[in-house]
């Protein structure tokens, strides 16, 4: 009876956070639209909606604000659970696709699209999903023959990264009217982001998000560890190498809009097991995704209004979050290893 009464209290509590944490989202949203250089009361928010273009606030809303947020929430969500996904696949709380490279792969087939194909924009979300999938088999390729360590897997991915970045940088030298308006897509950020890109990529963040859902138990599995997994008749491999693709889908179609947004799926993990401590797999899949968009939107918001008329892009004030929350943790295994 103590079981189940213990049971029901922690379905209580998970439905709880999650409730707290889809409210987050819809008061982020609302600020999102609501803040910026011409700032729009709600009543005046839901009248411009109404109106569909009619007045200024509206195609403020409709051009402009709507897309963004839209897009931030996409991006937040798809890589928040690539975080998520990562970490227990690699068994390493500091892995995420900004970190081990993946999101650098996905960008710099993006960049090569477009340098080599200009015309076929379409195919970005195509060519981000190979770059990634490329470089995180890649980079868990080289920890394995190099002794898969936590920290080796994240030396291999950041000289991978580094290798893209080069790769990206070389190709905007070389193609320079092709790709001059490229210095957003590299710090991160949606400025111009239009609702033609999202069509594309949207289904494919939905639907990486829906698989990672869908298997949360195999997941759940996978977290025990590679023997255990394996005692318990999973198919290490197979798994692995399914939730591999998934992230490499999810962070190319962010990365295909977004640009190379880093940390993002490093924060959000983290945060998410604090608040849901002893939540299933499947739980906490879901506030990954809605926490992951509520902090980008949040984040937008903020690069978009602390420096008006100027405008920081979004990737470089979460930078500045990131890089102290990674040291803190880099420096906290560094302590569990020692003990």
Do not use: W
Request: charged share 10%; aromatic share 6%; net charge positive.
């Amino acid at each position: 009876m103590n079981c189940c009464g213990n049971c029901c209290m922690d379905r209580k509590r998970t439905a709880g956070v999650l409730a707290a944490c889809l409210l987050a989202l819809l008061l982020a949203a609302l600020l999102d639209l609501g803040l910026g250089a011409v700032p729009i009361r709600i009543s005046d928010l839901l009248a411009g909606l109404r109106q569909g273009g009619e007045s200024v606030e509206s195609r403020i809303l409709l051009q402009i604000r709507v897309p963004r947020l839209l897009a931030a929430v996409l991006a937040g969500a798809a890589l928040a659970v690539c975080g998520s996904v990562l970490q227990t696949v690699l068994a390493n709380p500091l892995a995420s696709p900004g970190i081990i490279g993946v999101n650098a792969g996905a960008g710099l087939a993006d960049v090569l699209c477009i340098a080599l194909l200009p015309h076929r924009t379409g195919l970005l979300p195509l060519a981000s999903f190979l770059g990634g999938l490329f470089t995180v088999l890649l980079v868990y390729g080289i920890a394995r023959r190099a002794g898969a360590s936590r920290i080796t897997l994240i030396l291999s991915g950041v000289a991978v990264s580094s290798l893209m970045t080069a790769g990206i940088n070389t190709l905007t030298t070389v193609f320079p009217d092709l790709l001059s308006d490229l210095h957003d897509f590299q710090t991160g950020g949606f400025s111009g982001v239009s609702l033609s890109a999202l069509f594309t990529a949207g289904p494919v963040i939905l639907g990486g998000i829906l698989a990672v859902l869908l298997f949360a138990d195999e997941l759940d599995v996978l977290s025990l560890g590679e023997s255990t997994a394996l005692s318990l008749g999973l198919n290490v491999p197979v798994y692995r190498f399914l939730f591999l693709v998934l992230v490499a889908a999810l962070s190319g179609a962010a990365v295909s809009f977004a640009g190379l947004l880093g940390f993002v799926g490093l924060i959000v993990p983290h945060i998410v097991r604090l608040l849901m401590r002893g939540a299933g797999r499947r739980a906490l899949i879901a506030a990954d995704a809605l926490i992951g968009a509520a902090f980008l939107v949040l984040c937008d918001t903020a690069a978009r209004t602390l420096f008006a008329p100027f405008e920081l892009p979004v990737g470089i004030l979460i930078a500045y979050l990131g890089v102290p929350f990674f040291l803190r943790l880099l420096f906290g295994e560094r302590r569990k290893r020692h003990d």
